[in-house]
């Protein structure tokens, strides 16, 4: 069982073997080759096609309706190899060397080869191009560059390089031969209908294609579409994250921060709510950081849809417009509160009291770490030290408490606490700095020290802090659990002794020295 | 050269002449030249003939006319224009010189 085609040749019906036709085809492929450059040459193979219609009509009869390939391959014995359709006299007129060009390029000419399919293009017709090159399904094509593009990503640019070696199939000529179709009129007029068709079909594109006519620039403005389109995505993409962000952290009251309170960790407006002065300022903060971040958010999601779906129309600009001048009122109403609380932070306050004063060889420190009620054992790294924070009681307790070593005018061990704030006004930052509550003691020759401290609640963040000041006598020591340690004890070369030795008393209790 | 590639030659150069000669006597279209040709065995395969003929109706020798086929293509149907009578009786006359000339030489011993 055999496939047949109906074919035409010369107006003349025939049903062909499948086979068969491609042995015809073949011939006339070759034959169209040969004689490309030679006088007349069309209508050698015109007068050919004739011959071999008339050839093709003696071989049927009443029972034998289909041209076989047998037929064929005797037909085409009868007409001889297409090497001696060239007129030997007429060679020998031109020149050697033309000879020899004619017949290369005409060979070149009908070889088939690689087009870009820009007809039945997703992209470029590059896909297209080399399916009709490899008689394959363009889908397949499509299928294994698009695994390669998703699998080591050279997809991408070895798709862009044959895009630009590829030459795009601009005339039905090229058409003809990016199928390996012979040029003869027949062919040509048939490509030249479904072209005609392609352009019903694509009424619509068409303006769009006559647009993007020359194979320069319908190649570089596909470029940049795809490349906008990739940059446009990657936007969108962001500006999605930005969104998810921004409602989880900003709106959603996701706790993030780590700070041991009753309730867990804070979230940003409640971390907010402990920075600002006051409620107005936290709602208005509030207000400008949503406006602010929504409309960078739907600035960004914007142009990023614009890129990729191409929308230039004034609706998309006016928006644009709003949501930068709103982005801009957030900014500014942001930037108004963050002032006015930066100035909350501007002044220092300290007040400093003497805990006691200690007659002995060796200080000896002991600390308290408090036994945190909520189980979590989060620490936040600030200031380049592992601290923590946590409320409790409307009061918000700190940890980490530093000590700076000091040498004694007199043989005694001196001992004071300096409790620090910060406010708009000194007054109000000692006011802040009274506050804070820091348990210190001395018995015997041992300092008792809180590692924590508290204040309250309605005090704000203000920088609290507190230093412990340890005056000690020359060449005396003071001791940690088991361990030993001799704050300055190098003389410098005016017969004193140096002091640049600090301590820190972690959240933990443990203290570290400095020196 | 080979023997097959001599005869081909020998054959091709009277090629033309033989034409002429044939559509001298009435026109025809190619199939027919083409069995003549071949009843004489002067041509072997059918390709070299239509160079042939598109050559020498350019050169104005020859003109054709089209004609409905009742069971096939169109008929391309051949005959000599006064320039090819004019040509092919300079041909007559150097044919019968070349015969004689040849006839002298193979003859002569």
């Known amino acids: 069982m055999k496939k047949t085609i109906s074919v035409n040749i010369k107006g003349m019906n025939f049903l062909i073997e499948e086979d068969a036709f491609e042995l015809l085809q073949n011939y006339i492929n070759k034959l169209t080759a040969v004689l490309q450059n030679e006088k007349g040459g069309k209508e050698i193979i015109e007068d050919v096609e004739l011959r071999i ?120 000529i090229d058409r003809l031969r990016m199928r390996g179709k012979a040029i003869t009129v027949d062919t040509v007029r048939e490509e030249v209908e479904s072209a005609a068709e392609r352009i019903n079909k694509e009424s619509k594109n068409f303006a769009n294609r006559m647009r993007n006519d020359g194979s320069y620039n319908e190649r570089f403005s596909r470029i940049g579409r795809i490349i906008t389109s990739v940059i446009g995505s990657g936007i969108i993409a962001f500006g999605l994250f930005l969104l998810v962000m921004f409602l989880i952290f900003g709106v959603g009251g996701f706790q993030f921060i780590p700070v041991q309170s009753d309730y867990g960790f804070l979230s940003f407006s409640e971390l907010g709510e402990l920075v600002m002065e006051t ?25 990023g849809t614009k890129m990729v779906f191409r929308i230039r129309n004034t609706w998309s600009k006016l928006s644009l417009g709003f949501l930068f001048f709103s982005g801009l009122f957030g900014f500014i109403v942001c930037l108004f509160i963050g002032l006015k609380t930066g100035k909350e932070m501007a002044i220092e306050g300290e007040i400093e009291q003497e805990i006691g004063t200690v007659n002995t060889e060796q200080l000896f420190i002991e600390t308290n770490s408090p036994k945190i ?17 946590s409320i409790e009681n409307d009061r918000i307790v700190e940890s980490g408490i530093h000590i700076e070593y000091r040498l004694s005018k007199d043989s005694l061990y001196h001992v ?20 804070i509550k820091h348990n210190a003691g001395i018995t015997g020759s041992v300092l008792t020290l ?66 | 050269m080979s023997l097959e590639n001599t005869q081909a030659q020998m054959r091709k150069g009277i090629l033309e002449y033989c034409i002429l000669s044939i559509l001298d006597k009435g026109e025809a279209y190619p199939s027919e030249i083409l069995e003549t040709l071949k009843d004489a065995k002067l041509i072997v395969v059918e390709g070299t003939l239509y160079p ?10 020859l003109s054709y006319r089209w004609e409905e086929s009742p069971s096939g293509p169109p008929r391309k149907y051949y005959s000599l224009t006064n320039m090819g009578k004019t040509f092919l009786n300079e041909l007559n006359a150097t044919w019968s010189e070349l015969t004689t000339a040849v006839n002298q030489i193979t003859n002569k011993k």
Request: contains cysteine; glycine residues 6%.
């Open chain 1, 416 to 435: 004071y606490q300096n409790l620090s704030a910060h406010c708009q006004s000194h007054r109000k930052a000692v006011d802040k700095a009274q506050n």
């Open chain 1, 53 to 172: 219609a008339e050839l093709c009509g003696l071989q049927l009869n009443e029972r034998k309706q289909v041209i076989e390939k047998e037929d064929i391959e005797t037909i085409l014995s009868t007409l001889g190899d297409p090497d001696l359709y060239i007129d030997e006299s007429e060679q020998e007129t031109s020149s050697q060397t033309n000879n020899s060009n004619a017949s290369n390029s005409s060979n070149q000419a009908t070889d088939k080869r690689l087009f870009r399919d820009v007809e039945n293009a997703t992209i470029a017709g590059i896909c297209a191009g080399i399916a009709n090159y490899l008689h394959i399904d363009v889908v397949i094509i499509r299928i294994i560059f698009v695994l390669f593009f998703l699998f080591g990503g050279f997809g991408f640019p070895l798709y862009i390089i044959l895009w630009i070696v590829i030459p795009k199939a601009n005339s039905t």
């Open chain 2, 52 to 61: 042939l003929l598109t050559r020498l109706k350019n050169m104005e020798l």
């Open chain 1, 450 to 515: 809180d590692s924590h401290y508290s204040f309250p609640k309605s005090d704000k963040l203000r920088d609290q802090d507190v230093y412990i000041i340890v005056e000690f006598p020359a060449g005396k020591s003071v001791k940690w659990n088991n361990k030993v340690i001799y704050p300055g004890s190098e003389m410098n070369n005016n017969g004193n002794y140096e002091i640049d030795d600090n301590g820190y008393i972690n959240s933990k209790g443990e203290y570290e020295h400095w020196d």
């Open chain 1, 279 to 303: 409620q107005s300022d936290y709602q208005w903060a509030w207000i400008g950081g949503v406006v602010m971040a929504s409309s960078i958010i739907l600035f960004i999601l914007l142009v």
């Open chain 1, 373 to 389: 009620s909520t189980a979590s054992t989060y620490e936040v790294k600030s200031k380049g030290r592992w601290g923590m924070m």
